[in-house]
């Protein structure tokens, strides 16, 4: 239950955060940019709650403050919680490293203090900084911690039933986000991993995809460069990649077949030419075909 209202509440902000990131940019308004940081900072510590009570309800209490409220501090009731106080963002970061070590980027941990300052100083002073500055520092916020938690918020999703509506919300965040960040050069697509409609191909001001990413189960492909593409003998389209983790290829021309529906091409290192088979065909190897 607290997981629930914590996760409810943290999306909020980030939606609420993500509409004022959108009217500042649109309107350089400093009071848009405020609302912003509140907003984004505030989901950023939700968030991590979230995650971190995933191992324990009462795992983001002071545990001083657990002895003193809980009959056992161990098992502690709902009522009791609403009596502790929790940790603050520099133990809530330690607790997210010890139970989660490999999830977040020392980086994206850096940039939640990072933030964290930044919202002190606008707290007690008025907001002197850079708007270009913040929007790369809450871009990145995004990118290093928001993604990775939307990720490891959805571990329980086959046998949580509240989790598919979150997922939803997260796809949905996603899209926002990079409507705002990429000026909507992303198209979505079906993740050839997970089968969820998730799969995020990112264009970025090029006229092929530099990267990819599901939002469901972190896979993703970056720093793609034209080369890198093979023709798809379904669309076409020099729109494939070689991914050796899966001994298969995808293809990122969103209204394929295999990206729609069929998910991984069929492909393998040619050993005939060092190219590439896809759907068992080499183009070097059997021209004819
Ligand atoms: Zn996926
Ligand atoms: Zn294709
Ligand atoms: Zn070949």
Not at 92 to 99: G, Q
Request: with cysteine; glycine share 4%.
């Amino acid at each position: 239950m607290v997981i629930f209202s914590l996760l409810e509440n943290a999306l909020d902000s980030v939606e609420t955060g993500l509409m004022y990131f959108r009217r500042a940019r649109e309107s350089q308004d400093r009071r848009d940019y405020k609302q912003c940081l509140l907003n984004l900072f505030q989901a950023t510590e939700l968030l991590l709650k979230a995650a971190v009570s995933c191992r324990g309800a009462g795992a983001i209490f002071k545990p001083d403050s657990l002895i003193k409220h809980c009959t056992d501090p161990q098992a502690p009731t709902q009522k009791e919680l609403y009596r502790c106080i929790s940790v603050n963002v520099r133990d809530l970061c330690k607790l997210v490293k010890k139970h989660y070590p490999s999830a977040f980027t020392s980086q994206g941990l850096e940039m939640v203090e990072n933030v964290a300052q930044l919202r002190n100083n606008l707290q007690h002073f008025t907001l002197e900084i850079d708007p270009q500055y913040l929007v790369m520092q809450l871009s990145s916020l995004y990118r290093l911690v928001f993604r990775p938690a939307f990720i490891l918020l959805q571990e329980g999703e086959t046998n949580d039933s509240w989790n598919s509506a979150f997922r939803r919300q997260f796809i949905t965040l996603e899209k926002q986000f990079l409507e705002i960040t990429t000026y909507q050069e992303y198209e979505l697509a079906r993740c050839p991993v997970c089968s969820s409609w998730s799969h995020f191909i990112v264009y970025d001001g090029e006229s092929y995809p530099v990267s990819s990413h599901c939002i469901c189960c972190n896979f993703k492909l970056a720093d793609l460069q034209v080369w890198n593409f093979q023709m798809c003998p379904d669309c076409g389209w020099p729109s494939v990649i070689y991914v050796p983790e899966y001994k298969a290829g995808a293809c990122l021309a969103h209204t394929c077949t295999y990206s729609k529906e069929e998910g991984f091409v069929p492909m393998e290192p040619c050993s005939g030419c060092g190219g590439y088979r896809l759907e068992d065909h080499c183009q070097e190897c059997d021209p004819e075909e």
